[in-house]
T-cell receptor, first 116, second 116 residues
Framework: AQKVTQAQTEISVVEKEDVTLDCVYE???????LFWYKQPPSGELVFLIR??????QNEISGRYSWNFQKSTSSFNFTITASQVVDSAVYFC?????????????FGTGTRLTIIP | NAGVMQNPRHLVRRRGQEARLRCSPM?????VYWYRQLPEEGLKFMVY????????ESGMPKERFSAEFPKEGPSILRIQQVVRGDSAAYFC??????????????FGPGTRLTVL
């Protein structure tokens, strides 16, 4: 069975500091997808990134970067120069391509608070 | 382009009543997923539907819960005889199946159900 672990329940950092959110996953499939979503206080889910298991290249998008390490089954997310607007709950998720059923398995989330 | 639409956004029911949650997928999307988020928890998969078919309902409680996605109209998640433990945010996501891969799931804003 697939599983996603986000060991950090809550993190607080001062504005402009860098912060890394950890995500460790378990799956028996060789083909799978990893995701990060942001849930701001307003409650909606905002898609941030999708990465397939065959692409281990790190990705950078503005202040956001992702480090995919297959050897350690981790898909960590770093925010550089954090801003107050980054305050949210962040979810890591895993999808296995099991006969076309791509249901997401979510971690329990990390609540990030950026202190002005 | 309208995103995934869910209504109502907030729903209050008394114990024993029925709750109907609606989800209109994005245009061109024929796959719908329902997830439940209990307070202070991550999202949990409930059911995956394609038009007129339930593909996977392994995450649905066996009793009182049902889902449908008719040929015409929105997907409906129905909860009969609600209890206080059903209070949660219910998210719908839709996707367009991509050949060989995981189509990105776009989430609706959620329906927050409160059972008094």
């Amino acid at each position: 069975a697939q599983k996603v672990t986000q060991a950090q329940t809550e993190i607080s950092v001062v504005e402009k500091e860098d912060v890394t959110l950890d995500c460790v996953y378990e799956t028996r499939d060789t083909t799978y997808y990893l995701f990060w979503y942001k849930q701001p206080p307003s409650g909606e889910l905002v898609f941030l990134i999708r990465r397939n298991s065959f692409d281990e290249q790190n990705e950078i998008s503005g202040r956001y970067s992702w480090n995919f390490q297959k050897s350690t089954s981790s898909f960590n997310f770093t925010i550089t120069a954090s801003q107050v607007v980054d305050s949210a709950v962040y979810f890591c998720a895993l999808s296995e391509t099991n006969f076309g059923n791509e249901k997401l398995t979510f971690g329990t989330g990390t609540r990030l608070t950026i202190i002005p | 382009n309208a995103g995934v639409m869910q209504n109502p956004r907030h729903l209050v029911r008394r114990r024993g009543q029925e709750a109907r949650l609606r989800c209109s997928p994005m245009k061109g999307h024929s796959h719908v997923y329902w997830y439940r988020q209990l307070p202070e928890e991550g999202l949990k998969f409930m059911v995956y539907l394609q038009k007129e078919n339930i593909i996977d309902e392994s995450g649905m409680p066996k009793e009182r819960f049902s889902a449908e996605f008719p040929k015409e109209g929105p997907s409906i998640l129905r909860i009969q005889q609600v209890v206080r433990g059903d209070s949660a945010a219910y998210f719908c996501a839709s996707s367009r199946r991509l050949a060989g891969g995981s189509g990105e799931q776009f989430f609706g804003p959620g329906t927050r159900l409160t059972v008094l």
